[in-house]
Structure formats: C-alpha cells, structure tokens
C-alpha cells in the first residue's frame, strides 16, 4: 500500500512524493522504537542487540571489588553516585554533594559478594521529586562511544516494602546538560521497570529506549549510542520507601 501511495503521487510533483514517503518512514521508524519489550524475557538473550558479551570490556560494573569505580577497561572507569530534589527526599548512599561517598553492599546476585543498593524515601511536593543512582562511563565525565554495543544487562531486585517501579535513564549528548546541547535537559531516554523483590535479569536493547513525552530539547529520534554519558536508576513515586539493588552491569550485542 505504500508502495501504490509513492508512485501515485510521483505524478503530481517530486515536493509531495517526499513529504508522504517521509512521513511513512518516519512513522514506520517510531511504530519499531515505541513496540514495548519485556526486559526479563530470556529470549532477548538470543537476540542479536542482546546476546551476551564474552569480551572483558563488556563489563561495566560487576561489584566485586567493592569500591564505587566501574570497571576500568575499554578506556572507561567511571564512578558511582547518588543524587535527589532538593524538597526533602532522603537517600543513602548520601550524595557527594553532602559529603557522602558511594558504597556497595554485600550480597550481590548469581552468590556474588557484593551489589549497587540505595535506599531511603522520597518527599512529598506539588513539584517533581526523585531519588537515584548512576555511574558514569568515564572519569573525568564525559561521553563514551558504545556504539558498538546494542544494549545493556543488569540484575536488579527491590527489597522488602520497597516501591518496584524504576525508571532506568541512560544520559546521552542531547541530555546531558554536562554536553552544552540542551536546554531542557535530563529527560534522558530510558525504559520503566517493575522489579520484583527476587534477583532478575533484565536485558536492555538501546533500539527500544524512549524519552518522556512532552518536555525536553531538544529531542532526539533515538539514544545516541556513540555520545552516552552513564546509567541511572531513578525511583519517582512520593512519600515511599525505596531500597533498590543493581548488579552485574554488561553491555550486549557485541559485534560478531
């Protein structure tokens, strides 16, 4: 059908033959980005943006060491951080920002020793109020080329009387503020997460990453792989307890 609609319109002039074919790929594109996946699903493990990596510079953070730097390996090496709003939510690791210095916490997944976790409570406000966890690529800050990769994987679970929901943000060069291109920055594209109070794999391609709507610029069709500047973890729902853990941060999808 849109093959009949390009040729009919070619007729009437090559200004409206592109205006149509760009609208149908355009909306072809964004039924693919937009279609949902399920992150815990192991047939994304066979996938070719979610196969496993057996490279050592697949790994981002495993934990093990138990000391807030990821990996050092593929020209990254990073650290860990926690943030929040200023209204009120109180978060622990506590933020660098107030003299705190993240720390992993024993009893990590697959029996490993140690694990990513942040707890606390968000505040209740008539403004937005969030609560996280990150790490970025490098350190200093600055963008890493993953474009190689196709995705990420992680184990996460959410502890007793915990809120399940996590928004699983992934900072790129339209974004970030730290890349001088935005300005409304941080609506980062990402994926909402219902994490279970078990440890569960979830695999992340980047393809089916998405912004918020209705905010943000500028606004990019897709993540941009070669410019990203870490992970987040961000928990949102007010006047609720939150105790998150991550662990084993990969990227997927190596080349073959």
Known sequence: MTTNL??????????TWTAITTLTLIAGAASSVGCKVNPTDPALETSSAGRACNSPEAVICDADDNNNQSAVVGGRGGYWYTYSDMLGTEVWPLQGAKGGTFEMSPGGAENSPYAARIKGKVAVSDQPVQAGAGVNFVDPKGAYDASQYGGISFWAKAGPGSVTKVRLKIPDSLTDPDAGKCSECF???????????EWEKYIIPFKKLTQLPGWGKPRGFSVNTSELYGIQFQVNEQDKPFDIWIDQLRFTGCPE
């Open 6 to 15: 390009a040729r009919r319109t070619w007729t009437a002039g090559r200004s």
């Open 187 to 197: 609506n980062d594209f990402g994926m909402d997460l219902m994490l279970s109070n």
